[in-house]
T-cell receptor, first 115, second 112 residues
């Protein structure tokens, strides 16, 4: 019963490096999203996807790219890491919209430090 | 511009008593509200939700109250248990989409 799986769990990057946070879900959910959690800020939406081949920007998209080639996977790419991207990243998925009452499931988080 | 605010960063209550966590929002377009619970080193887990057509939703020990005129919602936990100790996030969305806006969270500590 994997649910939402994120890798890696911890990562340290140097400024300017690129990396990809992986996210996979095995629940056949159409909707997937990425959030970042910063102290005093709650969770903020970076990018989301309502289905394979469709992505859109959330509240804080700058510095991040996403793609959705399959229903299961939704990787988040940092093109040129900056210290401001030090954060905890959460991937989430759900079957449908929140008004339908569908629960949004979160992964366990990826701790990223940019030095 | 934080549209969902949880003004109490922490709350401590005694086991068996009531815990009341508060949340305020500024966007009048929000019509669906959720509470998530988060333990350290884990992702948030869904706790309870409420639609703007209701003013109360109950699920076991957890009740959420919504006051639309005041743009305020609260989560009541009765009775509180030590296992309830966690960070609680309030979230809101508009128009049925998944673009949820979260509050900063309230850390609840329930003392035995």
């Amino acid at each position: 019963n994997a649910g939402v799986t994120q890798t890696p769990k911890f990562q340290v990057l140097k400024t300017g490096q690129s990396m990809t946070l992986q996210c996979a879900q095995d629940m056949n959910h159409e909707y997937m999203s990425w959030y970042r959690q910063d102290p005093g800020m709650g969770l903020r939406l970076i990018h989301y996807s309502v289905g394979a081949g469709i992505t859109d920007q959330g509240e804080v998209p700058n510095g991040y790219n996403v793609s959705r080639s399959t229903t299961e996977d939704f990787p988040l790419r940092l093109l040129s890491a900056a210290p401001s991207q030090t954060s905890v990243y959460f991937c989430a998925s759900s079957y449908g919209g929140t008004l339908s009452g569908n629960t949004i499931y979160f992964g366990e988080g990826s701790w990223l430090t940019v030095v | 511009d934080q549209q969902v605010k949880q003004n109490s960063p922490s709350l401590s209550v005694q086991e068996g008593r009531i815990s009341i966590l508060n949340c305020d929002y500024t966007n009048s377009m929000f019509d669906y509200f959720l509470w998530y619970k988060k333990y350290p080193a884990e992702g948030p887990t869904f706790l309870i939700s409420i639609s703007s057509i209701k003013d109360k939703n109950e699920d076991g020990r957890f009740t959420v109250f919504l006051n639309k005129s005041a743009k305020h919602l609260s989560l009541h936990i009765v009775p509180s248990q030590p296992g309830d100790s966690a960070v609680y996030f309030c979230a809101a969305s508009a128009g049925g989409n998944n673009d949820m806006r979260f509050g900063a969270g309230t850390r609840l500590t329930v003392k035995p």
